[in-house]
């Protein structure tokens, strides 16, 4: 499987940016796939991850409202509507999916769980 990011960039604070992720190699409808992000000195924080096997859509608790999780299963595409931004959000972006069986609840937001990812896109958020 291979996951390529893409759409980062430097906006002001209220701005917004899509972030792409195109998956090849692999049926699209097989992955879960989720979005993470790495500020400088942080760990790996989960942003958004869709579920497969019942199409639900999660959310970390400072983004919802602000961004969307979506998918475009014709170009094997999954994006993220980044809306309202905020220096907060200032980090490197990555795309990640999960292959195995069914993902659990609790694995969705572990970065642990997914065995692929992209190389990761940088947002900078600036006042």
């Known amino acids: 499987v291979q996951l390529q990011a893409s759409g980062g960039g430097s906006v002001q604070t209220g701005g917004s940016l899509r972030l792409s992720c195109a998956v090849s190699g692999r049926m699209f409808g097989d992955l879960d796939m989720g979005w993470f992000r790495q500020a400088p000195g942080n760990e790996r924080e989960f942003v958004a991850g869709?579920?497969?096997?019942?199409?639900?859509?999660y959310y970390l608790e400072s983004v919802k409202g602000r961004f969307t999780l979506s998918r475009d299963n014709a170009k094997n595409t999954v994006y993220l509507q980044m809306n309202s931004l905020s220096a907060e959000d200032t980090a490197v972006y990555y795309c990640?999916?999960?292959?195995?069986?069914?993902?659990?609840?609790?694995?969705?937001?572990?970065?642990?769980?997914?065995?692929?990812w992209g190389q990761g896109t940088q947002v900078t958020v600036s006042s």
């Open positions: 869709f579920r497969r096997s019942d199409s639900r859509i």
């Open positions: 990640a999916a999960y292959t195995g069986g069914r993902i659990i609840t609790s694995s969705i937001r572990n970065p642990s769980a997914y065995n692929y």
